[in-house]
Structures are given as structure tokens and as C-alpha cells.
């Protein structure tokens, strides 16, 4: 099994605490007068996203956790459990919707993602900075509004709800940055 | 907090030397000079320290240690001289890098033949006062002092068990490995700095952390270390001792160090038998002082971090 020592301490290093797999946010060097060392790092739970402190002994150490990332091809969901696969080595995981989350209204299929693999069974997904989806339903536009900059609701393809200009209807191509849910522009066919 | 360029940290750094020599061309204190001298930054022996890791350098077909303090050879020197000394110089230890910590520093560290541990915490809040070039708050306590407004607990005789409690209770360490004095370090480093502020002067030490103190009785009796500290807000600037002259308990305390290390599973290393054929002379009656001074240019520019008063921090050399 591999550990990591405190002198190995870094920010982005994956480890195991408390039984569930953390990446060290950051670690702060304590060390009181001629007296003993001290690792004060603090840690995001890739499980849950919150954020822990621990603090250690300089030379204890921790659990390594076995976490890559992957990049990998959106294929299809049955509802219970999303299917990507690896397009080099066709090799096929499915993640829960724990692991998918918010990534689950940006995804389309064929589109590649980061899959996070915690001892090989996805953890977190990461959808492309940029999606292009269609419009499945939304008001019908209301013409001569444009130069103003109105906005209103459109429901996309995977069921995320983003605000559009107020010219675009059902069968346009938008393109959405995933990061924070804004329209982008039309997708050019 | 102020970004600096690199020429307003090259003139701090001119103008605080010039303010530490002119200190002691000044001072009235006593009635001879307080020589500046020079010493070599590798020397034969590391020290025996189980919390500080030399370099180890091999050259001339032996092996030489970077100095972690320029200590041992200021005090054979004293021996010599019998005079008080100061020297600016740099110091390197293995292992300790972080927000307030350079593997290589700068160091100022002075001894004062004659001086007690009163004497030389009065000089060296002085010397620290001129180089602030400003007026700071003081605040005098005493280990104990210190442990009981803030902790509510007597260091000197606590028991293990209440200390864990109040390390769980206040810190987020959750094994359950450490000593006494790992635990009170812990608590001092992460409850009671937080909470320090102006000048804080930190006196007479639990025993078992002496290092080359002297020892003797507090006004309670308790045995205590002639040991203080003078923190800046959170962070430590000065180390000082009313300093140990017996050679025996001095050799006693390096045998005692390697057992430590041992245990903790560090290397042991040779004791510096120069130092003690020295201190068997007879070290004179005196006082001793070491300052960081990359951290003292911090506390002066008001810098948070180590590397913005560094030309060349750790990483970038």
C-alpha cells in the first residue's frame, strides 16, 4: 500500500482519510520555536466536495489514494447509472448519479469528459468547458426585442434550463459554457 | 500588506544590518566594545538538535556540516575572547520550508558576557524595538503564564491526558502520538499564537526544553530552563538563553538528544567535542541571543511570507 510522508506534501496529491478519498487543497508548515514539526493541511473530500482540515506530525504519514483521471466518451444513461467509455481502450465504466451530479444536465452523448476513477469506479465527472445542445422547448420569440437584450428560460436537450436571447426557438443549436451555466452564442450548423 | 519591489527590499535589508551594527557600536550597556566577528559556515560537527536536520556537505574528503546556528563556534570563541560578540551570518536547516521558514536564513546572534536572563531579554527587546523603527506593544510572560490565560492549565504539571483532550478539543490532530512536549508545542503553535499581538517576551521553558540553557528555579520553584522566545504577532523572531557552562551536563544533553533521535529514527550524530574541550576551559558567564532576521525585515515591511523579502526564495534559487 502505498503512503505519502508529510515531506511529501503537496497541493493536488490524492490520499485516503478517514476512508475516503481527499486531495490536499493546501499545507502549511508549523513549526513552534526549536520544538517539533507540524503539517497543517487542509483537504476537499472528493466524495462529498466539503473541504477538512488535519494536521500531523512532520514524518507520520498517509494512505496514498489510488485516484486518476480519465478522459472519456459519454455513451448513454438507463436512468440509474451513466456509461462512458475509454476511446482508446474501449474499456467501459459506469458512474451512479453521485459521481455524475451536476454533470448530468450538460452531458451529451459522444462528448468527451474527465472521469475521476477512485480505485477504477468513476467518483466525479467533469463535462467539457463548452457544450453544444438543442432546444426542446422554449417561448416563442417576440420580434423587435432584440436590440434590447432580453433574455428568457430554454430547455435544452439533457433538460438544463438556461436563459437565451429572446430571437432563438425549439430546433436551434445553442452553445453553453458548462462552468457557469451561460449561454454562449448559437451554434453554427 | 504592501507588494514590494526587489530594490525596496535590497535597501530594508542595507538599512536594518546598518541599524543592528550601529546598535551595537552604541551601546552603553557595557564598557567594552561588542565585536563583530565572522565565523565559517561549515563546520565538523552538525548538531545533535532532534527537531533541526543539517546539511551534511562532503569536501576534502570528509564529511562537513552547513551551520544550523552559528552557536557552537561563537562559543568556543568566547572562551578565547571573553568578550561579548555579535555576528550576521547565514544558517541552514534541512527540512523546514513553509510560509516563515527558508532552508537558508539569515541569522544575528550576539552573546553578552555577564549578562542574566533579564539582561538579555531587556537588550534584545531594544535592538528589535530600533529595528522596527517603531514602538510596539510588549507583553512579558512566562511559559506558565502564557498557558494559564489562555489554556487555563499549569505546563509545568499537566497531565498527558488533559492535554490530548485540548488538543483534540482545540486543534485538528487526531492521532494520538504525541509527547507532553509535542502536545504543548502543538498547542502553543496553533491556539496561543493565533491570539499574540505586538511584542510578546516568552520565559523560562519546561526542562525538556532547554537546549543549551541553563537551568534554575522559577519564583514558584518549579525548575525551569533560563530559555525565552520574543514573538512578533504570531511568529517567532528571537531565541535566547542565560547559557549552560557546565560541560558535563552539556555532554549529557547531546548523549541525551541522539537517544531522542534514535528513537524518533533520525540519524545520531558525532557530538562536538571542540565545543565541550572549550566549555571544560570555562565558558564565561553570559547570555546569548539568535534573531531570524528575514523574519525581522517582515515584521518591518509588514510582509506575511518569507519568499517577498528574499531575492532568491528557496524554490527559484
Known sequence: ?189 | MKDLSLRQVIAARVELYRTIRSYFEESDLEESDVLEVEIPLLGHAGTTDPQINSFEVTGQNEARYLQSSPEFLLKRLLVEIRQSCFCITKAFRDEEHGRIHNPEFSMLEWYRVDFDLDAIIEDSLALIQKCLGRRESVCRETYRSLFQKHLNIDPHGVELEHLQLLVEQHTSYREQCLSTSEALQLLLSMVIEPKLKGLTVIRDFPLDQAALAKAGTDELGQEVAFRFEIYFEQMELANGYYELVDALEQRQRFEQDNQVRQKMGRSTLQIDESLLQAMERGLPDCSGVSIGLDRLLMAKLEQRNIDSVLLFPWPKV
Open chain 1, 1 to 189: 500500500m502505498a503512503t505519502y510522508s508529510t515531506n511529501e506534501f503537496k497541493s493536488g496529491l490524492k490520499v485516503m482519510l478517514d476512508g475516503d478519498p481527499c486531495a490536499i487543497v493546501e499545507n502549511e508548515f508549523v513549526k513552534p520555536g526549536k520544538g517539533q514539526a507540524f503539517s497543517r493541511v487542509r483537504l476537499k473530500n472528493l466524495k462529498t466536495g466539503r473541504q477538512w482540515e488535519r494536521t500531523f506530525k512532520s514524518g507520520e504519514s498517509i494512505e496514498a489514494a489510488d485516484v486518476v483521471d480519465v478522459e472519456m466518451q459519454y455513451l448513454y444513461t438507463d436512468g440509474e447509472f451513466w456509461a462512458f467509455m475509454d476511446p482508446d481502450t474501449f474499456d467501459q465504466k459506469s458512474a451512479d448519479a453521485n459521481a455524475v451530479a451536476e454533470a448530468r444536465q450538460w452531458l451529451r452523448e459522444q462528448d468527451v469528459c474527465v472521469v475521476t476513477l477512485w480505485n477504477d469506479a468513476p467518483l466525479s465527472v467533469l463535462p467539457p468547458n463548452h457544450v453544444e445542445l438543442d432546444i426542446v422547448d422554449t417561448d416563442p420569440g417576440l420580434r423587435g426585442d432584440t436590440a434590447q437584450g432580453g433574455t428568457k428560460p430554454a430547455t435544452l436537450s439533457t433538460g438544463a434550463v438556461v436563459k437565451v436571447p429572446l430571437f432563438l426557438e425549439i430546433g436551434d443549436v445553442v452553445k453553453v459554457d458548462t462552468r457557469s451555466g451561460e449561454y454562449l452564442s448559437r451554434a453554427k450548423d
